[in-house]
């Protein structure tokens, strides 16, 4: 999704500009913008592409400035263009960058023409230059003219906004949009997420939904939804910098696959005393809460909501807990219902989720008295509008394609299961088990990663083909859909995942030697079943690649070919088996020369509906 980062220096803020959009690049976009203020001008250059075209333009015409904005856009209102990429500038004396939608944009559009402005764009974020330049007429004050022109805007917004007029004046604000504050000293700094800004502050301050903030080289003054002054707390990122590099990793995909034994490692620690689970790790009112519900409802989309169909089984299995699940997306809309006393639990990596957000709202509009976010970001808005939170630690995800918050999730959710669990029918014994595996999981991924270079060479079978089928049962369908999911985000190919029984219901009509299908087959009790989905593959002429439990022996067959995938405990396996199809997907990328980090169409956050 776009991204925005602003500052307002006693120094040159165009490399710090320039290096916060490289850093926020991982969150998909297709052109890149920077305007800075200085001598009573707004000098801006725009490019379609990468950042680096970008910077490529200002070393040949290079401009400087103590004060300016930039964006990464991801296209909604109008197509890739430099005309439509922001920064955007009115009469050559408000210049604004936007992330979110302006869902009134059309009827601000048509008055502002009426008006005699002139419109260079077909982005929605225009109309807000205009407005505000409108208001400036009327004011002085910049602050004050973005104050009125927000009145007038329906939808959701994250602005920084500058005017020739004024060279010492930030204007920020947000409403459905994350927006950061870093402080320096002698400067402050605006961001969508704290990694833009590492090189430059640790500090950082966190904007309320209608929050809206005046930076000046020697202040901030921070104003709520109310118009009222307040005081926002300032948090120390204990993020290091070089946490966004790729490292020694070609891609950062791969490098966060490799970190996964280390970020469940991460996941867990300090949430066990005396190898028992404390309720306090979900939060200081989790043992009561836990103590009234009565039911779990997920809520979640793409790979948290995938992480959230593994954890329905346990939950239900394991636990005996009532649970549902839905796509986020489709929740608000249908007029659900929720039964008393049921915990309402939101999945998100980034927890700026629009989808996933607004469907918490309207649960909490139906009357749901408890709520849990699983989220890997602290501050996020999801946390902050959850009672409860559990932190999956899993550290920057970068790559698009999500590897390790996907896991970490699913160990969140385990921890979930037994917190909840134990209340149900969960009894010490199972729960020690689930905790003894769960402990065990770091070192038995460090097992798995050691059959990379046999998965690297499995690859070669996909470099031709353009549709895959990924097939599994019980808790490994949700494996088999998110697996799909990977290979369809990062190489392009088509890829579908069916519950193993479901064969006969239609897929096998597809079977043929060019629709390669790959299994999960862990050693559990719906092992012969699978095998016998198995031999109605290859009796067909499929190509299957099966990922099989080490344990198991298996008949050979020209059509099947075997990984061997480290023995593993069932409880936990789920955990496990994603990551071969994550290292497949990766090497099939690879040789279909795709951007890897920065699939085409997709965006890291999506904080638009």
Request: glycine share 6%; with cysteine.
């Amino acid at each position: 999704m776009c991204g925005i980062v602003g500052g307002v220096a006693q120094r040159n803020v165009v490399p710090i500009l320039l290096e916060g959009l490289k850093r926020l690049e991982y969150r998909g976009y297709d052109s890149a913008g920077l305007a800075v203020v200085a001598n009573g001008k707004i000098f801006r250059q725009r490019e379609i592409g990468k950042v680096k075209g970008l910077e490529d333009l200002i070393k040949a015409e290079p401009f400087s400035g103590n004060i300016g904005i930039a964006h990464t856009r991801w296209a909604t209102h109008g197509k890739p263009s430099k005309k439509n990429a922001h920064p955007h500038i009115c009469n050559n004396k408000i210049a604004i960058v936007h992330n979110g939608i302006i869902e009134n944009h059309q009827v601000l559009r048509e008055a502002q023409k009426a008006e005699g402005y002139t419109f260079t764009s077909e982005t929605d974020t225009e109309v807000i230059a205009h407005q505000v330049y409108h208001e400036l007429e009327t004011t002085k004050s910049l602050l004050q003219a973005v104050k009125n022109t927000i009145k007038h805007l329906e939808g959701a917004y994250a602005l920084g906004v500058v005017s020739k007029e004024d060279e010492n004046t930030l204007i920020t604000c947000r409403k459905g949009s994350p927006l950061v504050i870093g402080v320096g000293f002698g400067e402050y700094f605006i961001a969508s997420d704290v990694a833009a800004l590492l090189p430059v502050t640790h500090r950082f301050i966190f904007l309320e939904e209608g929050d809206i903030a005046e930076l000046k080289i020697d202040s901030l003054v921070i104003y709520d939804k109310d118009d009222q002054i307040v005081e926002r707390p300032i948090k120390e990122s204990t993020v290091k910098a070089d946490a966004v590099d790729k490292g020694e990793y070609r891609h950062y995909m791969l490098k966060e696959i490799y970190e996964q034994p280390n970020a469940i490692a991460e996941t867990l620690e300090g949430r066990f005393i005396g190898n028992k689970l404390q309720d306090s790790a979900f939060g200081h009112k989790a043992a009561g809460v836990f103590d009234k519900i009565k039911s779990v409802q997920i809520l979640a989309c793409g790979t948290s909501y995938h992480s959230g169909l593994v954890a329905k089984y346990w939950f239900e299995n394991l636990a005996r807990v009532p649970c549902n699940i839905e796509v986020a997306s489709e929740f608000r809309y249908r007029d659900p219902v929720l039964p008393a006393d049921t915990l309402v639990v939101t999945i998100s990596q980034s927890g700026e989720t629009a989808d996933t957000l607004a469907a918490l709202l309207e649960a909490k509009r139906l009357g749901a008295k408890y709520s849990l976010s699983i989220c890997n970001v602290p501050e996020s808005s999801l946390v902050r509008e959850s009672d409860l939170v559990l932190m999956t630690r899993a550290g920057p995800e970068i790559g698009v394609a999500s590897t390790k918050a996907f896991t970490t999730q699913l160990v969140a959710l385990m921890l979930l299961v037994v917190a909840v669990g134990r209340r149900f029918a969960l009894d010490e014994e199972k729960e020690a088990e689930i905790s003894s595996e769960l402990f065990k999981l770091p070192r038995i991924l460090d097992d798995v990663l050691l059959i990379d270079a046999e998965i690297k060479i499995l690859s070669e079978q996909f470099s031709e083909k353009n549709h895959a089928l990924f097939l599994g049962r019980g808790t490994h369908y949700p494996i088999a859909m998110e697996g799909a999911l990977k290979l369809k985000e990062i190489s392009y190919i088509h890829a579908e995942a069916y519950p193993a029984g479901e064969l006969k219901h239609g897929p096998l009509a597809l079977i043929d030697a060019e629709m390669p299908v790959v299994t999960v087959a862990p050693n559990n009790s719906l092992l012969e079943k699978l095998k016998s989905n198995i031999q109605e593959v290859s009796a067909r002429g499929g190509q299957l690649i099966v990922f099989l439990d080490e344990s198991i022996t298996t008949e050979d067959d020209e059509n099947v070919q075997i990984v061997r995938v480290p023995k593993v405990n069932n409880l936990i396996a789920p955990i496990v088996y994603i990551i071969p199809l994550q290292l497949l997907s990766y090497h099939v990328a690879i040789l279909k020369g795709t951007d890897v980090d920065q699939p085409r169409n997709l965006a890291k956050s999506v904080t638009v509906e």
